[in-house]
């Protein structure tokens, strides 16, 4: 099957500080999509990118899709505790397909006070 | 404002039992998804139903089966559950199988 490749696996950042992580692929996505998970829950939207090109934020989260439309990054500035989290990218490779989305392995975010 | 809910929260299985896990949602999507999330690896697609009366198998679809009840219900069957099959199952759900996928809390399965 297809695979994202999300780096870094781990972020070990401290307050206030700015993160940034990234997936790439060697196949070409239609759509990007960046998801957060916490403990015991089930992931939760952030962004989602339809344009090669695009740049959308959410507050104090910014994502890009790449030109390539083979990757895509997320930045979170002025992290909080609350930030902590698993970070996925996920990308859909067919528009209006409906053949679900392939998953990044994840990105560990963990905040020092 | 459930949106996705999956039943159960919790199982554990012995090897060779069946299991059916439950999934709905009140967003009246069209299109719903099968997961599951193993330690240290993203989601993987099981099956996925487009729309009412349709299913197709995703990535690992072996081992399992799914019905698409109605517009609001899609269930997951373990016909003869294995330790393998241990895992975290998420459902998820989208008005267009184009748009983001929302998912519920999870379904977490252990077989001994």
């Known amino acids: 099957g297809q695979q994202l490749n999300q780096s870094p696996q781990s972020m070990f950042i401290q307050e206030g500080e700015d993160v940034s992580m990234n997936c790439t692929s060697s196949s070409i996505f239609n759509t990007w999509l960046w998801y957060k998970q916490e403990p015991g829950e089930g992931p939760v939207l952030l962004i989602a990118?339809?344009?090669?090109?695009e740049l959308t934020s959410n507050g104090r989260l910014t994502a890009q899709f790449g030109i390539t439309r083979k990757d895509s990054f997320l930045n979170i500035s002025a992290s909080i505790p609350s930030d902590v989290g698993i970070y996925f990218c996920a990308g859909q490779l067919r528009r209006g397909g409906a053949d679900g989305l392939t998953f990044g392995k994840g990105t560990h975010l963990i905040i020092q006070p | 404002n459930a949106g996705v809910t999956q039943t159960p929260k919790f199982q554990v299985l012995k090897t060779g039992q069946s299991m059916t896990l439950q999934c709905a949602q009140d967003m009246n999507h069209n299109s719903m998804y099968w997961y599951r999330q193993d330690p240290g690896m993203g989601l993987r697609l099981i099956y996925y139903s487009a729309s009412e009366g349709t299913t197709d198998k995703g990535e690992v679809p072996n081992g399992y089966n799914v019905s698409r009840l109605n517009k609001r219900e899609f269930s997951l069957r373990l016909e003869s559950a294995a330790p393998s099959q241990t895992s975290v199952y998420f459902c998820a759900s989208s008005e267009a199988p184009v748009l983001p996928q929302h998912f519920g809390d999870g379904t977490r399965l252990s077989i001994l």
């Open positions: 990118l339809y344009k090669a090109g």
